[in-house]
């Protein structure tokens, strides 16, 4: 059982507002004695209104309503890397909505575990330009709407080519971004290197069924991809 989930289930049997011995509680939730004793003076120490002592028992204030988010250290640490890195090497409002979602759940973090977490010391160098920045969002809009896209695609020999491509997800390699699409040009499914595309602007809709084959293709492809030599 993860801590965290060990936490809420504490602060459910305390609920009721009646006492609750340390090993009723280690009982119920199958760990020791000492893992209560140090879970429950976390919590008090992130402010649950707990009472009580180590031999004697637990309750907590009647009308106590648990916060809606609880996380580890660690739980909480993650979030901000990947949130790092989404405002560094995502679209401007993936990264937008990342930064934003970040300051909510820093906003009902214990405070010495909010200030830890915004001291993390994981720290994005670079990221994207604004022009890839504007062509992932569009493309990050398309997917969500199930629209196809025209775009002007660069190959490898440096030939232009116009596409209408039916886009399915996109991926992130760690220096550039791929979109997997289906190509109407080709036939079938395809990736595109983000940075290769020139020009790009949507088109018509698609069904959410058509969108379901698409993204079955798209991981068969991806599947023998991986199993290449």
């Known amino acids: 059982m993860r801590r965290a989930d060990r936490l809420f289930m504490i ?13 009723a ?16 003076a976390d919590l008090i120490g992130a402010g649950v209104p707990i009472e009580g002592a180590a031999g ?10 648990l916060p809606p988010m609880m996380f ?9 890397a990947g949130a790092r890195m989404l405002r560094a090497f995502g679209g401007a ?30 720290h994005v160098v670079g990221g994207q330009d604004d022009a890839t920045r504007a062509k992932l969002d569009t493309i990050d809009r398309a997917i969500t709407a199930h629209q196809s896209l025209h775009i002007t695609y660069r ?7 116009q596409r209408e491509v039916q886009p ?20 079938d499914a395809r990736m595109f290197r983000v940075d290769r595309i020139l020009d790009m602007k949507t088109g018509a809709a698609f069904s959410a069924a058509r969108a379901r084959e698409i993204s079955a293709l798209i991981t068969a492809r991806r599947s023998e991809e991986a199993g290449r030599p």
């Open 11 to 23: 602060v459910e049997q305390l609920r009721p507002a009646r006492l609750v011995t340390a090993e």
């Open 25 to 40: 509680l280690a009982q119920r939730l199958e760990v020791s004695k000492r893992t209560i004793y140090r879970d429950v």
């Open 56 to 65: 004697v028992g637990y309750l907590m204030r009647a009308g106590y309503d």
């Open 72 to 80: 580890t250290a660690e739980e909480a640490a993650a979030l901000m």
């Open 93 to 122: 409002d993936l990264g937008r909505a990342a930064g934003e979602a970040m300051d909510k759940i820093a906003a009902v973090l214990p405070e010495g575990m909010a200030a830890r977490t915004a001291a993390l010391p994981l």
């Open 155 to 161: 190959d490898t020999s440096g030939a232009d080519s």
């Open 168 to 187: 399915d997800s996109l991926f992130f390699w760690g220096n550039v971004w791929t979109l997997g699409a289906f190509c109407n040009l080709r036939g």
